[in-house]
């Protein structure tokens, strides 16, 4: 069974701009989550999707926002882009919500310019 | 939201060595995870152990969730041991998703 698949893997955006990142997840899960990861703050949850709704949500800005697809495929994505948005995006997938095991993508690495 | 901490933050050994990894976390969990992240970024799981014990190969994991503790076993370490090991605890009805500590740095030297 392939596991989760995370496009695109790598990405240099200027300030400013806007990114859309995809997240598949392992087939037969309906659960996506998004952590953020930097040096600085560490691993950080974003939101979680479950069934095309968003069911919890981080600490995080507006500027941050997702949606999942019947397919429970999910992006996210990222307005405005500024300097501390640079990071190792992952996304994490489940049978149903969080409470079992998570299984992670290799992540989108974001550079902001 | 849950506190954890780990530690050793940092921890160097020889090839051959055992090393035990501890997690400490401030509330109740029904959701606790150890992952590997490899130099690539890959978080790769390692245990599901909300509590009690399970070995996987030279591999094994004990979460005491009444004191609120969980370690980390690793045996007759190997150069691919080497990463960052985090444990990420979730208490399933919170909004926070899980909460991963700063993890623990190995470097398993030949």
């Known amino acids: 069974k392939a596991g989760v698949t995370q496009t695109p893997r790598y990405l240099i955006k200027t300030r400013g701009q806007q990114v859309t990142l995809s997240c598949s997840p392992i087939s037969g899960h309906r659960s996506v989550s998004w952590y953020q990861q930097t040096p600085g703050q560490g691993l950080q949850f974003l939101f979680e999707?479950?069934?095309?709704?968003?069911?919890n949500k981080g600490n995080f800005p507006g500027r941050f926002s997702g949606r999942q697809f019947s397919n429970s495929r999910s992006e996210m994505n990222v307005s405005t882009l500024e300097l501390g948005d640079s990071a190792l995006y992952l996304c994490?997938?489940?049978?149903?919500?969080?409470?079992?095991?998570?299984?992670f993508g290799p992540g989108t690495r974001l550079l902001v310019l | 939201g849950i506190q954890v901490e780990q530690s050793p933050p940092d921890l160097i050994l020889q090839e051959g060595a055992n090393s035990t990894l501890r997690c400490n976390f401030s509330?109740?969990?029904?959701?606790l995870q150890w992952f590997h992240q490899n130099p690539w970024g890959q978080l790769i799981n390692l245990f599901y152990?909300?509590?009690g014990t399970k070995q996987n190969g030279r591999l094994s994991a004990t979460t005491v969730a009444t004191e609120r503790y969980s370690l980390l076993y690793i045996s007759s370490s190997q150069t691919t041991d080497s990463g960052v090991y985090f444990c990420a605890p979730g208490s399933g009805g919170g909004a926070d998703g899980l909460t991963f500590g700063k993890g623990t740095h190995l470097i398993i030297q030949p």
């Open positions: 999707y479950f069934s095309e709704t968003q069911r």
């Open positions: 994490a997938s489940s049978w149903t919500f969080r409470g079992e095991t998570q299984y």
């Open positions: 152990i909300p509590s």
């Open positions: 509330d109740s969990v029904n959701n």
